[in-house]
Every structure is written in C-alpha cells, then in structure tokens.
C-alpha cells in the first residue's frame, strides 16, 4: 500500500510542476476567439466588452474574429 501511496504522490508533485512550467510559457501571442456571430450585433458587442475586461485583468491580448455562417448560422 505505502507503494500506490508514494506513486500518487509523485504523479501529483510531477503534474503540479508541468502545470507550473505551462503556465509560464502561455500564451506566447495573442489569443484569438472566433464569434459564429455578425459583427456590430448585441452579442458581438457583449463578447468584445467581456474580452476587454478579461485581457485587462490577465494582462494578455485577446482578439475576437466574427465568423458567421449561411443565412446567420453557427460558424462551421
């Protein structure tokens, strides 16, 4: 027992530190959302006022690409 006991704590201590070293290098470049969305609609404007107050508060750069689909459906 002391065996699974001592793995699962090496399992966590090894996922803690990948997760401490992928937060660091991300995100190198901008992040890009992608709106099935018209721009200049309600929902458009929502997404870019929430994008702004996100990138603010994380100090990253989000962009925010409509692209709609046929007749105003959900992107493809």
Same mark, same amino acid.
């Given at each position: 027992?002391?065996?699974?006991g001592a793995?699962?704590?090496t399992?966590?201590?090894a996922?803690?530190l990948?997760?401490t070293?992928?937060?660091?290098?991300?995100?190198?470049?901008? @992040?890009t959302?992608?709106?099935?969305?018209?721009?200049?609609?309600?929902?458009?404007?929502v997404a870019?006022? @929430?994008l702004?107050?996100?990138g603010?508060q994380?100090?990253?750069?989000?962009n925010l690409?409509n692209?709609?689909?046929?007749?105003?459906?959900?992107?493809?």
């Amino acid at each position: 027992m002391k065996s699974i006991g001592a793995l699962g704590a090496t399992l966590v201590a090894a996922t803690l530190l990948a997760t401490t070293a992928l937060a660091q290098q991300w995100p190198a470049r901008p @992040v890009t959302l992608i709106s099935p969305f018209f721009a200049g609609t309600t929902d458009d404007l929502v997404a870019s006022t @929430v994008l702004d107050q996100v990138g603010q508060q994380l100090g990253q750069q989000f962009n925010l690409r409509n692209e709609p689909g046929q007749d105003g459906g959900a992107a493809a």
